[in-house]
């Protein structure tokens, strides 16, 4: 049974940084890109970061470029999402996705493109 499972979530202060990791089980997801999602409360959920099965490649949505770093240890089955210069308007539930298969038709930042998702971890910025 695959499981994804967020940690690292919590209160910062509108500046500071967070890093939340996804710890992947009951598949090796080394050959597979990897993503993470973010929803807030009354909005849709929404892409923040994709990386390719071997992190050469990463993508990012436009309000989170230049700010969050996606990365991977696939020894360790686990991906990771460094967030700096946090915003409040960052605050939401943050959620890893995993595909089950190796390529997608549609773009790795759509939530389409996967079919295995995690609990979620909360991050919270204040002003």
């Given at each position: 049974q695959v499981q994804l499972v967020e940690s690292g979530?919590?209160?910062?202060?509108a500046g500071g940084s967070l890093r939340i990791s996804c710890a992947a089980s009951g598949?090796?997801?080394?050959?597979?890109?990897?993503?993470?999602f973010r929803q807030a409360?009354?909005?849709?959920?929404?892409s923040v970061a994709?990386?390719?099965w071997s992190g050469s490649r990463t993508?990012?949505?436009?309000s989170v470029k230049g700010r969050f770093t996606i990365?991977?240890?696939?020894?360790?089955?686990t991906v990771y999402l460094q967030m700096n210069s946090l915003k409040p308007e960052d605050t939401a539930v943050y959620y890893c996705a995993?595909?089950?298969r190796a390529y997608t038709s549609v773009g790795v930042l759509e939530p389409k493109a996967y079919d295995y998702w995690g609990q979620?971890?909360?991050v919270t910025v204040s002003s």
């Open positions: 979530g919590g209160l910062v202060q598949r090796d997801f080394s050959n597979y890109y990897m993503g993470w409360p009354g909005k849709e959920r929404e994709a990386i390719s993508y990012y949505s436009d990365s991977r240890d696939n020894a360790k089955n995993a595909p089950s979620g971890t909360q």
